[in-house]
């Protein structure tokens, strides 16, 4: 059912600082800031060739994110996303098989504006998923 991997997220307390090490020391290249509210983030996309890392940091007040780097104060992997073809058809077979999606399970428009929904990381061995309609 699922596609490629789109994006690996790693939650990072200093967005400028974790982005001018991808690009001063790894030599990659890494996208501008990105604010997204109604996503509670602000994303830096590095584009690796054969996939993407995104970079997050919290915005504002209820960001889905602030918990995890409560938890992880040096920042640390977040979710990864996986490309579907069909997120409602993705999304119906997985709450069938008992996988808990997050929210109302209406998917909402991702940072490439393309449908997104994530999936509880205690389904899937203490990983976020993402999954992504391409
Ligand atoms: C930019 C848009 C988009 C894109 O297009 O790429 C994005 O990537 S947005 C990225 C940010 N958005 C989200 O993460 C939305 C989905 N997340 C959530 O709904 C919540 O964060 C959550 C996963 C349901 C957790 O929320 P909550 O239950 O309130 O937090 P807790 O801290 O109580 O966690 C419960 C439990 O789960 C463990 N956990 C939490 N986050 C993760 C994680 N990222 N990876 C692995 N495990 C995680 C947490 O440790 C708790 O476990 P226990 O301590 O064992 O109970
Ligand atoms: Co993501």
């Not at 997985?94 to 428009?109: C, F, H, K, N, S």
């Amino acid at each position: 059912m699922i596609g490629r991997l789109n994006h690996i997220a790693i939650a990072v307390p200093d967005l400028t600082a974790a982005a001018a090490k991808y690009r001063d020391l790894l030599g990659a290249h890494v996208g501008q800031p990105q604010a997204l509210p109604e996503h509670g983030v602000t994303v830096v996309f590095i584009d690796t060739g054969n996939s993407k890392v995104e970079l997050l940091e919290p915005l504002g007040e209820a960001s889905p994110i602030a918990a995890f780097l409560d938890k992880n104060p040096s920042g640390g992997m977040h979710h990864i996303c996986f490309e579907v073809p069909d997120i409602l058809v993705a999304a119906a077979r997985l709450v069938e098989v008992g996988a808990r999606v997050l929210g109302d399970g209406t998917p909402r428009i991702g940072a490439h504006g393309k449908p997104v929904l994530f999936l509880h990381p205690k389904d899937f061995d203490g990983t976020l998923i993402e999954l992504e309609e391409v």
